[in-house]
T-cell receptor, first 115, second 114 residues
Framework: AQSVTQLGSHVSVSEGALVLLRCNYSSSVPPYLFWYVQYPNQGLQLLLKYTTGATLVKGINGFEAEFKKSETSFHLTKPSAHMSDAAEYFCAVSDSFDAGNMLTFGGGTRLMVKP | KAGVTQTPRYLIKTRGQQVTLSCSPISGHRSVSWYQQTPGQGLQFLFEYFSETQRNKGNFPGRFSGRQFSNSRSEMNVSTLELGDSALYLC?????????????FGPGTRLTVT
């Protein structure tokens, strides 16, 4: 069974500071990995994804993540936080060998950005 | 292209009642998945439909059911509602042409059970 752990349910940074949101996964097969963002009263928006190929993945809004197989991690970073980045972020994993679409999500990290 | 739409956006029901939620996928998308989001349990996969057939199912009781129509629109039904069913129910659609296809989420239906 797959699982995803996000360290830190709440992260607070100052505007302009580095954003680092941590995600570790467990999967018995090569995983597909995702980061989603959720703004209040909205659905999920895909930030970036890793399926195959380059392990450093760039996404929207200046975010990027690096797939590290040896550490089973897929941490999300952004060099400089903006007030508009305040939201909840979810890491998710999908089984690359499974037919169909079934995402297993982490518990989420609420990012707060201080002025 | 219009995104995933879910109706209604908000719903209040009483314990013991049943409810039906609707999801219209992006045009051309053939797969529809449903997720439940609660503060305590987070985001949990309910089920996925593809070509009118349930392809995957999460660990939820039989009170939760769904279906997909020939135009790919999907409905989920919850019978005999319990207080714990209060949640945001999210629908996601994807093209599903083989391999990985990105899932696009709708805004959700917020169900409150009193």
């Amino acid at each position: 069974a797959q699982s995803v752990t996000q360290l830190g349910s709440h992260v607070s940074v100052s505007e302009g500071a580095l954003v680092l949101l941590r995600c570790n996964y467990s999967s018995s097969v090569p995983p597909y990995l995702f980061w989603y963002v959720q703004y209040p009263n909205q659905g999920l928006q895909l930030l970036l994804k890793y399926t195959t190929g380059a392990t450093l993945v760039k996404g929207i809004n200046g975010f990027e993540a690096e797939f590290k197989k040896s550490e089973t991690s897929f941490h999300l970073t952004k060099p400089s936080a903006h007030m508009s980045d305040a939201a909840e972020y979810f890491c998710a994993v999908s089984d690359s060998f499974d037919a169909g679409n079934m995402l297993t999500f982490g518990g989420g990290t609420r990012l707060m950005v201080k002025p | 292209k219009a995104g995933v739409t879910q109706t209604p956006r908000y719903l209040i029901k009483t314990r013991g009642q049943q409810v039906t939620l609707s999801c219209s996928p992006i045009s051309g998308h053939r797969s529809v998945s449903w997720y439940q989001q609660t503060p305590g349990q987070g985001l949990q996969f309910l089920f996925e439909y593809f070509s009118e057939t349930q392809r995957n199912k999460g660990n939820f009781p039989g009170r939760f059911s769904g279906r997909q129509f020939s135009n790919s629109r999907s409905e989920m039904n919850v019978s005999t509602l319990e207080l714990g069913d209060s949640a945001l129910y999210l629908c996601a659609s994807s093209l599903d042409q083989g391999g990985y296809d990105e899932q696009y989420f709708g805004p959700g239906t917020r169900l409150t059970v009193t």
